[in-house]
């Protein structure tokens, strides 16, 4: 039966379920977010996000008009395609750039997290409540669904969406069976600022993303540069950010520093010494910078440069974990999204992504229930179906990029190296394995 009057609960206010929440509200959709941090800036991290054509594509769907605009004008470029290298520089492969002349929503921007979630909150004062810890969740003989929070309180709606991250409560108590594995991966990454010159850094290193293949570990950079001047930006969409109540400076905090250049490093965890974490936190970024310069003796000089040069206070360890495949369940009025259900290792910047396309499959799901269209469960059931198809992809291909940085057998990384360099010579190949 139709459910014109939907009402949608959401648990989590990252960016999955913040995009899906503007897109339900632009809607008309009755919707709310529950998110445990206690205020919009609790956790803000000062990097930028790839956002990929998909995620471009979705932003754009789900956001006003003026919002899009403004994180348009406000990110960065990332550049054309992909470079794979050795780690001696010699080109192994360039993934095919997009045409140019696409339209601002079909490319891909480099947006930082800052910005990105001030837009994404814009407009939603009396929709998102910060301090909400979800604990669980009841289903009700109604049809209905009950989200229960730390401080005692709860939600009802039509539908719940858990948009609660990796370590996700509501998919623990919807599919307990759901894992998240460990990979042996360790990642070590930092950002080196553009601001004066940097003429030693090899072309590709501050125009497009590179991926380094070694004959041990991996090296992934990508660069982060402004469209145009601070200034120009405010006097093109200053108005705009204040007819949307969003102060300009604080908008654009981080958008102001020097452009950079991100490196991520990944090893083989044994291959780097087990007390990694030991040094204080003062002296540990200079620590990682020294394990990763020490590891790269007979790389290209310009790539040693670059992590030698980095800021000790900008050097951090990641570790990573993985979604293990999930089946389809029964569909029921809980649903998942984003990293929730299918969380991946950041190699390759694949998982906002997913998580904004999940929003937007969601949203024109609901739409079209909202409108009597479709009946509520059938229409989740095929968003699972679309969402479980493209997360677990983005899931095997960031797990393939992770097996590639920690193949511990020669033998194989030279296959590897092969191949790419196949690819980068046969056009139709490389079309055929990398487009999408
Ligand atoms: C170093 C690094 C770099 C990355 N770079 C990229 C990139 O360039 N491109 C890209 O696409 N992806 C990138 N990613 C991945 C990306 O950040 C995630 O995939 C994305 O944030 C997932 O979005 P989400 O909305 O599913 O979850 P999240 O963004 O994690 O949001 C989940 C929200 O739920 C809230 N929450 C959690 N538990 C509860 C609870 N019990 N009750 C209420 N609220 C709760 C959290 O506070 C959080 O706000 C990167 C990740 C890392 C670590």
């Given at each position: 039966m139709p459910t014109p009057t939907l009402r949608v609960v959401i648990v989590g206010g990252g960016i999955g379920g913040l995009c899906l929440a503007q897109g339900l509200h632009a809607a008309g959709i009755d919707v709310e977010v529950f998110e445990r941090d206690a205020a919009p800036d609790a956790r803000l991290q000062g990097y930028r996000l790839n956002i990929e054509p998909v995620g471009s594509q979705a932003l754009h769907d789900c956001l006003p008009a003026h919002l899009w605009r403004i994180l348009v004008a406000t990110a960065g470029d990332p550049g054309p395609g992909m470079g794979v290298f050795t780690e001696r520089m010699r080109l192994l492969m360039r993934e095919d750039a997009p045409p140019t002349e696409r339209d601002s929503s079909e490319q891909a921007h480099a947006v930082s997290r800052v910005t990105l979630r001030r837009l994404l909150l814009a407009g939603l004062d009396d929709i998102v409540h910060f301090g909400k810890e979800f604990t669980s969740y009841r289903q009700n003989a109604d049809g209905t669904v009950t989200a229960l929070f730390a401080d005692g309180t709860s939600a009802t709606g039509d539908l719940l969406v858990g948009a609660d991250g990796a370590n996700s409560r509501v998919r623990r108590q919807l599919l307990p069976h759901a894992r998240r594995s460990p990979v042996p991966g360790v990642g070590i990454g930092g950002k080196l600022p553009l601001g004066d010159g940097k003429a030693w850094l090899p072309k590709e290193m501050t125009s497009t993303k590179n991926m380094f293949l070694p004959k041990r570990d991996f090296l992934f950079t990508a660069v982060f540069r402004r469209r145009e001047a601070g200034s120009a930006t405010f006097e093109r969409v200053g108005d705009q950010m204040r007819a949307a109540d969003l102060d300009p400076d604080l908008l654009t905090q981080d958008a102001k520093d020097d452009d950079y250049v991100m490196w991520a490093y990944v090893a083989h965890r044994?291959?780097?010494?087990?007390?990694?974490?030991?040094?204080p936190a003062g002296g540990r970024g200079q620590r990682l910078r020294e394990l990763v310069t020490s590891r790269l003796?007979?790389?290209?000089p310009g790539l040693r440069e670059l992590i030698a040069q980095t800021?000790?206070?900008?050097v951090e360890r990641f570790d990573f974990a993985t979604a293990e495949p999930v089946k389809p369940w029964p569909t029921t009025n809980v649903t998942v999204l984003g990293d929730a259900i299918h969380s991946m290792p950041p190699v390759g910047g694949l998982g906002g992504n997913a998580a904004l396309y999940d929003a937007d499959a969601l949203r024109r799901a609901l739409i079209a229930v909202s409108q009597g269209e479709a009946d509520l469960l059938p229409a989740i059931a095929e968003y699972e179906r679309a969402m479980l198809k493209n997360g677990f992809a983005a899931v095997r291909a960031a797990t393939m990029y992770l097996r590639l940085a920690t193949l511990p057998n020669r033998a194989v990384r030279i296959i590897a190296r092969t191949f790419f360099r196949l690819c980068g010579v046969l056009p139709p190949l490389r079309r055929a394995i990398f487009s999408d």
């Open positions: 044994r291959a780097l010494p087990a007390n990694l974490l030991d040094t003796i007979d790389w290209h800021p000790a206070d900008t």
